[in-house]
């Protein structure tokens, strides 16, 4: 699961709770056209969209195995957590109704940070969306999110998304380990960006 960044800062209570009520009330519709929340009419589109090895197989933090039960399991957690204030769980949909993309946003309210992670269906990679789409949600996560600090990782092998992270000039710190939800562990390249710096 995702794991805290590594940049500690110092946060008021204030602050905290305010980060919270963003993520409550989170407008989506600046993340792009079609953006919404995951909720549980979506179970099925996901877990056809995920079924596709090249969306799911770089993902380590996804529900496995992929089936209607888990990934029903997973919007359920994703609805707590975006109660608490501490993740969201977004979908977009195409004009015939599938899922062509989710993102899923962690936030640690505690420490004014949040990270990003998740795919676009396989039509819709190499298509110029990638860096654009970063881009315009690495913006939100600032200015909507109202946090300080964003974190991303990628595995090793993950070229693709590792040039998106790397042309919006994230800083580079390293490795990580990633843990899987059942407990295996992915090695994984990580890299942090301040509001400052963005």
């Given amino acids: 699961m995702s794991a805290p960044p590594k940049t500690i800062l110092d946060v008021s209570p204030e602050e905290a709770e305010a980060i919270r009520e963003a993520v409550r009330r989170a407008d989506l519709s600046r993340l792009g056209e079609g953006y919404t929340l995951a909720g549980p009419e979506h179970v099925a589109g996901l877990v056809d969209f995920l079924s596709d090895p090249a969306v799911s197989d770089p993902i380590y933090d996804l529900p496995r195995p992929l089936t209607y039960e888990n990934v029903a399991a997973w919007l359920e957690d994703a609805e707590r957590l975006r109660q608490a204030g501490e993740a969201l769980l977004v ?37 110029g969306l990638g860096k654009a789409g ?65």
């Fill in 134 to 198: 970063a881009a315009r949600s690495f913006n939100w996560m600032f200015e909507t999110l109202g946090v300080r600090l964003v974190c991303v990782t990628a595995a090793i092998d993950n070229v693709r998304s590792a040039r998106v992270i790397e042309a919006a000039g994230f800083v580079a710190m390293g490795e990580r380990d990633g843990v899987r939800p059942d407990g295996s562990i992915r090695r994984s390249l990580y890299w942090e960006m301040t509001r400052d710096a963005w």
């Fill in 91 to 127: 979908v977009a949909a195409d004009q015939d109704g599938r899922i062509w993309l989710y993102s899923w946003f962690s936030v640690w309210p505690d420490r004014s940070a949040a990270e990003i992670a998740g795919a676009h269906r396989a039509d819709h990679q190499n298509a």
